[in-house]
């Protein structure tokens, strides 16, 4: 499948979808919960959907309708009856990595192709540290992933160099176990996912100490409460629109999201204020027109999954933008600075790539037949760049923006772009 888009002007006001982060999050913790939670408003599209079928596989029963509710299992998954296929989610593989080590018998964790090639080994070594058994069966550290509990508690150092979720998956697992953790962590990146994890555990009032990001010390033996929670929208997906003002001179209004919210990618909002784009802040949402921008140096070590909209953004500005301290959007559903590079460059663009981001330089940008490969957000920010090109841009593997923006060109269509499905 194909998107196709040309030149466009954008205008009125979009609705963004709920937040995949805190939609996950939500899943795992009504899942370990004593009694039934209410996830209203609740992203349904396939990596969160893909966190309910795991979940259910441990013994929640969740029920999907507007909203869904999850009857959790008390602190005492079950062990799965079947292998549990997380999908394209990295999200859902890692922290429920996590509740497998709480599970007195074996799971069996697999994905698809861009999963089963997502490195696992510091969180695997975290959790044969607590007490578990943990190994890949290809002894490469990637899915499959065999993990049996029960953890036990103790002391362990944790790389969180390569992505947040190796914490995360910890801070919300680790309260149900059976001991006390202390976990020291080197190099932790992506903060703002640490902090909506630890804004969740606040609010389940568990239990922890900390010193920073770097050590964090939780007494096991904790339980999960059920909760009535609204999903707030996700700023990963509202990007791609508040990016396409900004680069088509536009004015767009997008609604659900608040500015108050843990999420790192919220960040991009004043990184286009600094190129240029005139931004206002609403009690629901967020107003900006965009015009004349002006490249600078951001960095996205908070917020790695801005990287792509930003690089087609920063092809428009003047002068050069740098991308940098973001080494992990290499291990993400593809090597996002090699793929940005490689396809952008189709279009245009004189971009380099660094070993933890990307030069960029104003371009004369034009449509072009590019590649998604099959990474959602690639996708969706090469779709986005071709409505400020002439001539038409086809962007292949289509489909994967299903899964986290199920309805990216219904949206984008109502706003007023040429954008069409193929």
């Known amino acids: 499948m194909k998107i196709s888009t040309e030149r466009s002007k954008l205008a009125g006001s979009v609705l963004i979808p709920a937040s995949k982060s805190h939609t996950i999050r939500a899943v795992v913790i009504g ?18 959907l893909a966190s309910v079928r795991v979940c259910g596989k441990m013994g929640a029963q969740i029920t999907q309708n507007h909203d869904w509710t999850v009857r959790g299992v008390c602190g005492a998954p079950s062990v799965p009856d079947d292998v549990l296929d997380t999908g394209n989610s990295g999200t859902t593989l890692y922290l429920t990595m996590g509740t497998a080590a709480l599970i007195d018998g074996y799971s069996v964790f697999t994905g698809d192709e861009q999963i089963r090639n997502r490195p696992a080994g510091p969180l695997l070594d975290a959790l044969r540290g607590l007490g578990a058994e943990a190994f890949s069966t ?8 065999i993990i049996r509990g029960p953890m036990k508690g103790g002391s362990i150092e944790l790389d969180g160099s390569k992505t947040s979720q190796y914490l995360s998956a910890l801070l919300l697992n680790c309260p149900l176990g059976r001991g006390r953790s202390e976990i020291r962590v080197t190099n932790p990146c992506e903060l703002p996912f640490i902090e909506m994890t630890l804004r969740w ?11 920073g990001f770097e050590w964090f010390g939780i007494p096991g033996g904790q339980d999960y409460h059920p909760f009535d929670k609204q999903m707030p929208g996700d700023f990963s997906s509202a990007a791609f629109f508040l990016c396409a003002a900004a680069i088509t001179g536009s004015e767009l209004t997008l609604l659900g999201l608040d500015m108050n919210d843990t999420q790192g ?38 917020t790695p999954d801005a990287l792509p909209a930003l690089a087609a953004t920063a092809c428009f500005a003047e002068d050069e933008t740098r991308l940098v301290n973001v080494a992990q959007a290499r291990l993400k559903e593809t090597d996002r600075i090699r793929v940005m590079r490689q396809e952008l460059s189709k279009m245009g663009a004189q971009i380099e790539e660094l070993p933890d981001g990307l030069v960029i330089h104003g371009s004369e940008m034009h449509g072009a037949q590019v590649r998604g490969h099959g990474d959602h957000r690639v996708v969706m920010a090469l779709a986005m760049a071709g409505l400020a090109c002439d001539g038409i841009t086809e962007v292949d593997t289509a ?24």
Do not use: W
């Not at 299903?402 to 193929?422: H, K």
């Open 201 to 211: 555990l606040d609010e389940q009032r568990i239990t922890y100490e900390r010193d």
């Open 265 to 302: 990618d919220k960040a991009i909002v004043h990184m286009l204020s600094e190129m240029g784009a005139k931004v206002e802040i609403l009690p629901d949402g967020i107003r900006i027109a965009g015009g004349k921008l002006i490249g600078g140096e951001f960095d996205l070590s908070g």
């Open 31 to 48: 899942s370990l919960a004593d009694g039934v939670s209410t996830i209203r408003n609740p992203l349904g599209a396939a990596d969160p």
């Open 138 to 145: 290809r002894r490469n550290d990637r899915p499959p992933l």
């Open 399 to 422: 489909e994967a923006v299903c899964i986290t923006f199920p309805n990216f060109v219904e949206l984008m269509q109502s706003a007023g772009a040429v954008m069409q499905l193929a």
